[in-house]
T-cell receptor, first 113, second 111 residues
């Protein structure tokens, strides 16, 4: 158990809908990272927050957004969902914002029908 | 940006044999190379990492080697056990601190 929690574990929704994925980092970790894992693209970095502020942005679509709250939990919002958004979404956390160990949560499996 | 190539995509070994997974990277500024193990239904977990100021690092049955000149690094697992069966990912990061991951290697250890 990494100490990072993600909810829900599974999510099934329809095209055009909006969903919110939630992540709670390990106690004491200030950085949260979001990744998308699909069979054809591998593990892709989406976005990083550090202590409530956006720190780095990767291959995140404009339909996706995220935020980190004062209690350091984070939410990833996916809107206007398409079939191709079906994937595993992982959250990871680390103590700071540098090259530290990232601890991954168990992931949320999203299926868009 | 950084590009990480990982080979092989699948590796099948007998219990007790050694397994080697190789990665190459493109950005000479990369200086941190973690390896993750992902078991079925779980998130990736760090198993070992190496920084560019060392050439080799060992932790019990696993070791990682780094050749900065050739821009490649490798994971070595000795005396493999069935519980080593998983998907292994290499990654590289540099100035941006955000790791770029390889596509993964599915390791199957046959009892």
């Amino acid at each position: 158990d990494s100490g990072v929690t993600q909810t829900p574990k599974h999510l099934i929704t329809a095209t055009g809908q909006r969903v919110t994925l939630r992540c709670s980092p390990r106690s004491g970790d200030l950085s949260v990272y979001w990744y998308q894992q699909s069979l054809d693209q591998g593990l892709q970095f989406l976005i990083q927050y550090y202590n409530g502020e956006e720190r780095a942005k990767g291959n995140i679509l404009e339909r996706f957004s995220a935020q980190q709250f004062p209690d350091l939990h984070s939410e990833l919002n996916l809107s206007s969902l398409e079939l191709g958004d079906s994937a595993l979404y992982f959250c990871a956390s680390s103590v700071g914002s540098g090259q530290e160990t990232q601890y991954f949560g168990p992931g949320t499996r999203l299926l868009v029908l | 940006g950084e590009n990480v190539e990982q080979h092989p995509s699948t590796l099948s070994v007998q219990e007790g044999d050694s397994a080697v997974i190789k990665c190459t990277y493109s950005d000479s500024a990369s200086n941190y190379f973690p390896w993750y193990k992902q078991e079925l239904g779980k998130g990736p977990q760090l198993i070992i990492d190496i920084r560019s100021n060392v050439g080799e690092k060992k932790d019990q049955r696993i070791a990682v080697t780094l050749n900065k000149t050739a821009k490649h690094f490798s994971l070595h697992i000795t005396e493999t056990q069935p519980e080593d069966s998983a998907v292994y990912f290499c990654a590289a990061s540099g100035g941006s601190y955000i790791p770029t991951f390889g596509r993964g290697t599915s390791l199957i250890v046959h009892p």
